[in-house]
């Protein structure tokens, strides 16, 4: 399992290093001059000239890859100070140190991942189980039918709606905002609930499906049966063969749907105007802030690289000849 994992993280290095440069050499190459940009429009050729010494854009382009990446891993100085490792540089429309500006904004995104994660992981794996067990029944139908219905939705169609009926027409709940969850977890919990209840509606019925298809397949599987037939009861082969053998393609659907659900934060926040990471990605590209784009980009290239690590480690506790491979 140690070599299994010191594999994956050697991969993710490498993986990581051919992203930063990849990016870096994206941007830093077209025809735009950075110190124009971090200027701005009515800015003299002297505080042109000083702003790129100061972002070492006046050095070769070698040079100042080797600083980004370099400045990643130990930190790097600016005429502003010191940025600590990891640093992304400095935001041309804040002058603030890209890496805090993530910090700052990715708590409310992880908030908003991992609340709707948890929510439709239990609602959906929850009732595809059940639309599983009683295949054939008016439950399944009426689960099934459901989760063909809620799929269609989006949160951009859906979002609206249920802002206007219990917020606005009806004043039931308060407007979703961001609390960090160590000042207030009441708060955080109910700022947070009408976009995982969106989030939750939609990811549920992909969810209910998947589950009930893979859970039919593996209670048709030869070994399922043997359970069957030597006499074990149905609630015992349920649980014990046929739900774990449903996990892998589960736990595939779930590593993709986080990736999802990350690089989809900017249709989310702007829905529930939520100042989160995707919200900081969309004012970078829109104000032409290289240096905070950039930075994103990688961090979420970093969490997506992480959440594939988690999702093997999944696999190899849920099928050890995951291992081997």
Same mark, same amino acid.
């Given at each position: 399992?140690l070599q299994?994992?010191?594999?994956?993280?050697i991969?993710?290095?490498?993986?990581?290093?051919?992203i930063?440069?990849f990016?870096?050499?994206?941007?830093?190459?077209?025809p735009?001059?950075?110190?124009?940009?971090?200027?701005?429009k009515?800015?003299?050729?002297?505080?042109?000239?000083?702003?790129r010494?100061?972002l070492?854009?006046?050095?070769?382009?070698?040079?100042q890859?080797?600083?980004?990446?370099s400045?990643i891993v130990?930190?790097?100085d600016?005429?502003?100070?010191?940025?600590?490792?990891p640093?992304?540089?400095v935001s041309?429309n804040?002058?603030?140190f890209?890496?805090?500006?993530?910090?700052?904004?990715?708590?409310l995104?992880l !908030?908003l991942?991992i609340?709707? *994660?948890v929510i &439709?992981l %239990?609602?959906g794996l =929850?009732?595809?189980? $059940?639309a599983a067990?009683?295949?054939?029944?008016?439950?399944?139908?009426a689960? !099934?039918?459901a989760s063909?219905? *809620?799929?269609? &939705?989006q %949160?951009y169609f859906l =979002?609206?709606?249920? $802002?206007?009926?219990?917020?606005?027409?009806t004043?039931?709940m308060?407007?979703?905002?961001?609390i960090?969850?160590t000042?207030?977890p009441?708060?955080?919990?109910m700022g947070?609930l009408?976009p995982?209840?969106?989030m939750?509606?939609?990811?549920t019925a992909?969810?209910?499906?998947?589950a009930?298809s893979?859970?039919?397949e593996?209670l048709?599987?030869?070994?399922?049966?043997?359970?069957r037939?030597?006499?074990?009861?149905?609630r015992?082969?349920?649980?014990?063969?046929a739900?774990?053998?449903s996990?892998?393609?589960?736990?595939?659907?779930?590593?993709?749907?986080l990736?999802a659900?990350?690089?989809?934060?900017?249709?989310?926040?702007?829905?529930?105007?939520l100042?989160g990471?995707?919200r900081?990605?969309?004012?970078s590209?829109l104000?032409?802030d290289?240096?905070?784009t950039?930075?994103?980009m990688l961090?979420?290239?970093?969490?997506?690289?992480?959440l594939?690590?988690i999702?093997?480690?999944?696999?190899?506790?849920?099928?050890?000849?995951?291992?081997?491979?």
């Amino acid at each position: 399992m140690l070599q299994f994992l010191i594999r994956r993280l050697i991969g993710a290095v490498v993986i990581m290093f051919l992203i930063g440069a990849f990016t870096f050499f994206l941007f830093y190459t077209i025809p735009q001059d950075f110190a124009q940009l971090s200027c701005g429009k009515n800015c003299s050729p002297e505080n042109i000239a000083v702003i790129r010494e100061n972002l070492g854009l006046d050095k070769p382009i070698t040079t100042q890859f080797w600083e980004f990446m370099s400045g990643i891993v130990v930190g790097r100085d600016f005429a502003v100070g010191h940025c600590s490792a990891p640093c992304l540089g400095v935001s041309f429309n804040s002058g603030e140190f890209v890496w805090d500006s993530i910090v700052d904004s990715f708590p409310l995104t992880l !908030s908003l991942t991992i609340g709707g *994660l948890v929510i &439709f992981l %239990i609602l959906g794996l =929850g009732s595809g189980l $059940l639309a599983a067990w009683k295949r054939g029944t008016a439950v399944d139908k009426a689960v !099934s039918g459901a989760s063909m219905v *809620l799929s269609s &939705f989006q %949160i951009y169609f859906l =979002g609206p709606i249920v $802002l206007g009926i219990f917020v606005y027409s009806t004043g039931w709940m308060e407007s979703p905002q961001y609390i960090p969850i160590t000042e207030d977890p009441v708060g955080w919990f109910m700022g947070m609930l009408i976009p995982w209840a969106v989030m939750a509606t939609i990811f549920t019925a992909q969810y209910t499906r998947m589950a009930r298809s893979t859970m039919i397949e593996q209670l048709a599987e030869e070994h399922v049966r043997t359970a069957r037939a030597k006499g074990m009861k149905q609630r015992y082969v349920f649980f014990r063969y046929a739900w774990r053998g449903s996990l892998i393609p589960i736990v595939t659907i779930i590593g993709m749907d986080l990736s999802a659900l990350l690089s989809g934060a900017v249709v989310t926040e702007f829905t529930f105007d939520l100042a989160g990471l995707g919200r900081l990605a969309v004012d970078s590209s829109l104000g032409k802030d290289i240096p905070a784009t950039m930075g994103v980009m990688l961090f979420g290239a970093f969490f997506i690289l992480m959440l594939n690590i988690i999702v093997d480690i999944a696999y190899a506790y849920i099928d050890p000849r995951v291992r081997l491979s």
